[in-house]
Each structure stands twice: as structure tokens, then as C-alpha cells.
């Protein structure tokens, strides 16, 4: 069957969700990343459910963020919570390597609230455990996931990180033990001239370290999703529909 879309608030969020209208077995929540829009992860959700079968029973969810970037020069841009854009900027081109393992935005746990409640949402709408859900997101977004991920009580059955890094370290490293067993699929460029390929070592080390079930994809390539990181998430995808 052909993905339909759809558009509709699930607690204070617009998003756009992706299925192919079967009974709902599984489903995947994904963030997109600074500065993009609500929709730029859209296109992925309809690939997975074209090219692979065994997902035609996920129903994916893509979230906008709230701050629009308009007034910043980004006309149709998200962003959950503000960065200093010339500050990035200036360290690309410069190739300064950015270490945000202090960084704590001040705005993560309101958009993390948002995101909690658009997950209980979807669990009371589907009847599904957290255990059939997916979170990830790329950039900005796959942070978020991982803070979500980190915080959340009942752990999710995956968690999918897209050219992330490490955030919020004296909050999150002490959390990341209640990682154990949960399957992660982290992928980054080695040639990332946003986000250091160091820094994304450093957060699957914490991965690994809290016990999760942690794979890495390595790529020769900057702050994208190469077909080599869609295969790893269209893999755990499978992994976790496959224990339903």
C-alpha cells in the first residue's frame, strides 16, 4: 500500500504523520533539526514504508518544532530550542571544533514536556507499549530523542540517533545507566563541519558505558543521512517490529 500523509496537532505540536493506513503495530517519532522544517524528515518515513515490507505496520510521526525561524532568516524553519546561529556559523567555517558536553539549554525541558505529552497521546490513541515505539531525529532533533530517551521511565524500544552529539553531560551521563539493553543506532560523518565526529564518539562511549545495545555507523561525509545510516535505522526499525 502507498503511504498516506496526514496533518493534525497531537498535544501542542503540529506534525505530519506517515502510515499506510494498516492496523498500527509500531510507531516511530522522529525530530527534525535545526532550522529545518517541520516536514524535511517526511520523505524518509515514506521510503521506509515503500522499500521495506516488514514496516508496513509503523505509523511515523514527524513533529514541528515551535520556534519559528522566520525572524532569524530561515523563512519556514524550526527550532526547538535557540542557538546562537553566527556563533555556528563563524566555528564552521573557521573549523573550530565545538565541544557542547556543558551546553544545558535553558528551553530543553519545556520542549521536552511537549514531546513527553505528544507521546502519551499516541500511547493512549494506539494501546501501545512504549516497548513498540522508536524515538530519534537528526541534529538537534536526535539530541532531543536522546533527551527523552534518558529521562523517560519506561524506555522506548529504540532510539535512533542521526548526526547527534553529546549534550547536558552532568545530566545525562548519570542517567545513562537506565540505558541498559535498549537498542541505539547512532550514525556521523567524518567530515561533520557542524557537529565534531569526536563528540558523537564521546556519546555512543556513554552508550556504551550505560549499557545500551549500541551500534555506530561511520561514514566519509559532513551533517547528512547517507543511505548507509538510513539502512542502520531501517534495521533497528525491524528489530524492534519484530517484537511485537
Known sequence: MQPQITRRHIADLDCRVVSTGEEITNVAIFCHGFGAPGTDLVPLGEELLRALPELQGYQFIFPAAPIDMTEYGLPGGRAWWMIDIVKLQQAAEQGDFRDLRKESPEDLPVVRGSM?????EVKHETRLPLSQFVLGGFSQGSMLA???TLHLEEKPGGLIVWSG?????????????????????????HQDPILPFEAAQWLHQMFE????????VEFHGGHAIPPQAFMGAAELLKQVCSHV
Open 165 to 189: 552529539t553529546l549534550l547536558n553531560e552532568d545530566v545525562w551521563r548519570p542517567l545513562a545507566s537506565t540505558l541498559a539493553g535498549v537498542p541505539i543506532m547512532q550514525s556521523h560523518g
Open 146 to 148: 536522546t533527551n527523552i
Open 209 to 216: 558505558e550505560g549499557g545500551a545495545t549500541a551500534s555506530f
Open 116 to 120: 513527553l505529552a505528544l507521546i502519551e
